[in-house]
């Protein structure tokens, strides 16, 4: 499946964006769609990922700031982020899989299918 992140920027903190990760003319209901962000001089880490059914899951450093949806035609995949730090400054890329486990979500190498990438610059 080939995956196209888009809707990153340049806000101030405390403001928000919403990401879109979208399938070339798929539906991503059989897959387990992640979020990862890698900010400069950084590895790449886990942001959120949601689940087949529905569900979502999201690292410690964004929970209650963002949430993690999909469109009724099941082909996209929204990042909501609110209440936006500099901190979150980074690439945001969007990865999906179909075998994924739930206990595995957060696994990089878990996902065979990535997007190009989003940046999200977050000001102070």
């Known amino acids: 499946v080939q995956l196209q992140a888009s809707g990153g920027g340049l806000v101030q903190a405390g403001e928000s964006l919403r990401l879109s990760c979208a399938a070339s003319?798929?539906?991503?209901?059989?897959?387990?769609m992640g979020w990862f962000r890698q900010a400069p001089g950084k590895e790449r880490e886990f942001v959120a990922g949601f689940t087949r059914s529905g569900g979502s899951v999201f690292a410690d450093s964004v929970k209650g700031r963002f949430t993690i949806s999909r469109n009724t035609a099941k082909t996209t995949v929204y990042l909501q982020m609110n209440d936006l730090k500099p901190e979150d400054t980074a690439v945001y890329y969007c990865?999906?899989?179909?075998?994924?486990?739930?206990?595995?979500?957060?696994?990089?190498?878990?996902?065979?299918?990535w997007g190009q990438g989003t940046l999200v610059t977050v000001s102070s």
């Open positions: 990865a999906a899989d179909r075998q994924i486990i739930t206990s595995s979500i957060g696994t990089q190498s878990a996902y065979p299918y």
């Open positions: 003319g798929r539906s991503l209901n059989t897959y387990v």
